[in-house]
């Protein structure tokens, strides 16, 4: 419904002076916007400013109300289903995109952020992308009428719900029209606009069907989970209602139609919104694509294609009515919503459907189909439908990968379905492990048929109805119980079928018994919800990085949702994946006490990481009683080493990855790390990695396109017991471009407590046989200060200089009106050397920066700067002029970070400089012969100072092996008898007073 304009107020929620201030309100002419710079403008009727004057609502929930209400934002229309997106087209998955799943063309989900800081307001431009339509997640007249529905008995109901559906009030579903696939565009959004959250693809959800054998036993099922039994207790009840999200149902099958629950408060047909609710006609059923498919919004029926209406059948068939076949719900009710266009075999529309049917208080929603794809903003729909009291129950999907999840299965708070046969046989195509929480005999399933008759159906969509008419049934029976409750329960009473499986029985969670569902007292035992892994150390401290060899400890946070326990044993063990990657020290620990309704940590579990990897594994959690009626398994997924360090003071933090990369260690996902934060100002740096050269071999971990170079191996990560060193070769980079460098970086702290500037002693150590000539290394760092970098401006820093200090260096800066200054200082501790300060389109990093371009940047000096502003980066490096013989080593300082304004950050970068100088008093001495080690042990080589010296020795894993103290000859000469060692790496520091000096050694087989 689009709405008539009069006498209208303009509200501009990004002001751009004193006068445009967050919330106030201007009148205005609606064909003349008030500021070209807003990327959110509202155009309000006059009977809507009360209302938002006066609201009680926190501001990024009346401002998103009011702006869907409008039906403006940035020139697009808002209405329900107003962008036709079974009309896009579908993007099949590219891993050159991170794409793991379908998605569409032209389409995003987008996230605003509740609240933003001034300065982050000051100037913002439009929407970097070429908007078309955009349309609310949660229309506000759906979220109005699930207020109505609210009582006020219920008020902390009612508050859960009010914060659950914060966040979908703030997302949209953008259509763009930019000619470039949805990765990028999202990408430019979260880049572009400091007022976008979130922005992702729009993923595709499949149908988890698979083909089926017709002459298997029509449901046997029925027996396998002891249904007929349950039945004699309990036959469920009309009011209770299962949402059947999926591809459309044919609402007068025989079977089907005595089963439909209707919506009595609007009247079929006529056109007309009778109830209120933002949906037409929504009284048997509701079409999400009656747009594009020409067909009527209260008609839930797809032609041409039967998926729906198997798992309708399933679910909820008509029992004891002496046709067909008995739906597991027995009297409960379902309704049908159709998410499908016809002719189309995919869900277009299956979140939406799930708040459609949370909003109208549904019991249970059901969804048979899901994508590999995560989405926050998915999550956030799945935490509103348990906040309005809905159970989602979901196909945990048809890929046998145990470390992985298929959503909405996977999603905390859902009931993933995984698959078997009757006989309690798992399919070999099923899910198992993460994201499933319960098995179900789905595979023959005898159900209804699109064209009125009977057919069989299978995969984890048969299996999900059957979980999905239990939990109806369930829900009916104890009306007492809440979603989560409900969920815990089902779990609980599952039969383990470990033994007919026994290829994946870690693997596995129960089937489903529903006799024991209802016939069990839900608070006689646990029930454990939500499982998450935290990591620790001896003290009980939360850990973020460990290495291997670390002894971890190991706890499973956990919610008791249903009774207490006692004398209770708690196991864990690895389930699938990289099995081998951690010892587990510990597997058995007693529980004496496990409190109802409380969240509890079980553990710890000490374990041993063997080997650096990012590849997860699964952990299965499994928890029983003495008498062995009670027993729960849980699942968690665990990445036995992290790959990247945060540091941190009172005003800033940074990442960096052992691998060379700045701020994050997985661009472009950018989900490992945190970027660089200054105060409250979060993204500053977008991207960053260091690369080198000598001559024309050029060796990389900067971005580059759709990634970034990895040209790298680590030596030693930024990990315990030395979290702030790390060593890096080039071993990784091709024959053709390795230099043979060793490279050094150590975290020498911020200049103060209070400052954002950090400081890195980065040191190039010629690793090689032969000679390199010129050898330099710099940083490449995409600061974006505002939306996407724009309107920025880098130039060199001449104000940071100090000429009265000797020692080579330079600086760059980058500023923008309004915003902190940030920048990078680089100073050489050796010489001969020649300083690299440069600022450039940030563009050329992400698109056409080969070898030659970046081995530019290392010797052209201060020479390249932009001419005009934009996005733009800033490389800052040192390079070694001459020659640098095998074993020797050149250092300089990096100083970077950010300030309130260019002459704070000019200050800091004086002290900087002044650092540099002491550090170069404290020279390291000049290399020595190398170190060689002779057998059967014996350490010898040559150190510049005679006296004693203190070695120390490291694997490459950064675990500490030996300290010993030498004498050094008055020639320099030394030996040192070495005790028995693995062939391998060791990194090596030898120190005497104030001189240190570090280099590698390897032992022989």
Request: with cysteine; hydrophobic share 45%; glycine share 10%.
């Amino acid at each position: 419904m689009r709405t008539a304009l009069r006498s209208v107020t303009v509200m501009c929620s990004c002001p751009t002076s004193s006068e445009k201030v967050f919330g106030r309100h201007f009148r205005a002419n609606p064909t003349k916007p008030l500021c070209s710079c807003c990327c959110g403008i509202v155009i309000l009727p006059r009977c809507l400013l009360c209302s938002v004057q006066t609201t009680k609502m926190p501001k990024a929930i009346w401002l998103t109300a009011v702006l869907l209400h409008a039906g403006v934002v940035v020139g697009a229309t808002l209405t329900v289903s107003s962008i036709p997106l079974a009309q896009k087209p579908v993007l099949q998955p590219d891993p050159a995109y991170g794409r793991s799943g379908p998605v569409l063309w032209g389409v995003l989900l987008v996230r605003f952020r509740p609240e933003h800081t001034p300065w982050q307001l000051l100037g913002m431009e439009m929407l970097p992308v070429q908007v078309l339509r955009v349309e609310p997640l949660l229309p506000p007249q759906l979220w109005q009428f699930l207020q109505t529905r609210s009582t006020p008995q219920n008020a902390a109901r009612r508050a859960a719900i009010a914060a659950a559906a914060e966040p979908l009030l703030r997302t949209v579903v953008l259509e763009y029209a930019d000619p470039l696939p949805p990765e990028q565009v999202a990408q430019r959004l979260r880049k572009g606009c400091p007022a976008v959250e979130v922005a992702e693809p729009y993923p595709i959800a499949l149908p988890c069907q698979q083909p089926n054998d017709p002459l298997l036993p029509r449901q046997q099922l029925l027996r396998t989970i002891a249904a007929l039994q349950a039945w004699e207790l309990f036959q469920g009840d009309s009011t209770v209602v299962i949402g059947i999200v999926d591809t459309g149902v044919f609402p007068t099958h025989e079977d089907l139609q005595g089963s439909l629950h209707h919506n009595r408060g609007e009247i079929p047909f006529n056109g007309i919104d009778d109830d209120g609710n933002g949906y037409v006609d929504d009284f048997f059923g509701y079409n999400f694509t009656a747009a594009e498919d020409g067909t009527s919004p209260g008609d839930p029926y797809n032609p041409g294609e039967g998926h729906g209406t198997a798992v309708a059948g399933i679910a909820a068939a008509t029992t004891n009515n002496g046709i067909g076949i008995a739906g597991i719900g027995y009297r409960c009710r379902f309704f049908p919503v159709k998410a499908s266009p016809v002719g189309v075999p995919a869900i277009y529309y299956g979140y939406q459907g799930i708040l459609y049917c949370a909003a109208m208080g549904f019991a249970v929603i059901n969804c048979s189909w899901g994508s590999p794809t995560y989405s926050c903003i998915q999550q956030s729909v799945i935490d509103f439908a348990l906040a309005s009291g809905s159970l989602v129950v979901a196909a945990a999907g048809n890929t046998p990968v145990a470390t992985s999840a298929w959503y909405p299965a996977g999603y905390a708070g859902a009931l993933g379905v995984g698959n078997t046969t009757p006989e309690d046989r798992l399919l070999p195509y099923s899910a198992r492990g993460l994201g499933v929480g319960i098995l179900a005999p789905g595979e023959g399933a005898w159900t209804t048929d699109n064209g009125g008759g009977y057919t069989t159906f299978g995969g984890t969509s048969a299996a999900a109805p059957v979980v999905a008419g239990a939990a109806a049934l369930l829900r009916a029976y104890r009306r007492e119980l809440g979603p989560l409750q409900v969920l815990a329960l089902l779990r609980r009473t599952a039969e383990d079928i470990g033994a007919e499986n026994p290829e994946d029985a870690d693997a596995l969670p129960g089937r489903l018994n529903l006799w024991m569902a209802l016939a069990s007292d839900p608070l006689e035992m646990p029930g454990l919800v939500l499982p998450q892994l935290v990591v620790t150390n001896a003290a009980g401290t939360p850990l973020q990085r460990w290495s291997t060899g670390d002894t971890l400890w190991l706890w499973v946070q956990v919610r008791n949702v249903l009774g207490s326990g006692s004398a209770l044993q708690a196991r864990l063990r690895a389930a699938a994946g990289a099995a081998d990657a951690i010892e587990l020290l510990d597997t058995l620990r007693e529980l004496p006490l496990l409190p109802a309704n409380s969240t509890s940590w079980i553990g710890p579990f000490r374990a041993l990481p063997r080997y650096q990897t990012t590849e997860p594994l699964l952990l299965r959690l499994e928890c029983r009683d003495s008498t062995g009626w009670y027993r729960d398994a849980l699942f968690v997924r665990f990445v036995p080493v992290p790959n990247f360090t945060t540091f941190s003071n009172a005003v800033a933090q940074f990442s960096i990855a052992d691998d060379g990369a700045l701020g994050f260690a997985d661009f472009p996902d950018n989900t490992l790390g945190i970027g660089f934060r200054y105060r409250d100002a979060c993204g500053l740096l977008y991207s960053g990695g260091l690369f080198a050269g000598s001559g024309s071999r050029i060796v990389s971990a900067a971005p580059s396109l759709f990634g970034r170079d990895s040209d790298f191996a680590v030596l030693k990560p930024f990990a315990p017991p030395d979290a702030t060193h790390n060593v890096l070769s080039d071993a990784n980079a091709p024959e053709s471009y390795r230099i043979g460098l060793r490279l050094e970086q150590r975290f020498l702290g911020f200049i103060a407590e209070s400052s954002a500037v950090a400081r890195l002693l980065i040191t190039l150590e010629n690793a090689s046989a032969s000679t390199l000539p010129d050898l330099g290394a710099a940083y490449f760092m995409d600061w974006d200060l505002g939306a996407g970098g724009r309107a920025n401006s880098a130039r060199l820093f001449t104000e940071a200089l100090q000429p009265e200090i000797a020692l080579p260096h330079c600086a760059e800066v980058i500023e923008r009106e309004g915003y902190p200054s940030v920048g990078a200082c680089v100073v050489a501790l050796d010489t001969p050397a020649a300083p690299q300060c440069a600022g450039l389109a940030a563009g050329v990093f992400y698109g056409d920066a080969d070898r030659v371009q970046k081995q530019r940047l290392l010797t052209a000096g201060t020479t390249v700067q932009p001419t005009d502003s934009g996005d733009v980066a800033l490389v800052a490096g040192m390079r070694f002029a001459g020659e640098l013989h095998p074993g020797q080593r050149r250092r300089f300082l990096l100083c970077f970070g950010a300030a309130e304004s260019s002459a704070a950050l000019s200050a800091l970068f004086h002290q900087c400089i002044a650092d540099a100088r002491a550090l170069a008093v404290e020279a390291l001495p000049a290399a020595p012969v190398l170190l060689r080690w002779q057998p059967p042990g014996i350490l010898t080589g040559m150190l510049p100072q005679p006296g004693e010296w203190r070695l120390e020795l490291w694997d490459i894993l950064g675990r500490a092996l030996l300290t010993a103290t030498l004498t050094v000859a008055p020639d320099g000469r030394f030996q040192l008898p070495l005790p028995s060692l693995p062939a391998g790496i060791y990194a090596v520091q030898l120190s005497h007073h104030r001189s240190r000096f570090r280099t590698v050694l390897a032992l022989p087989p």
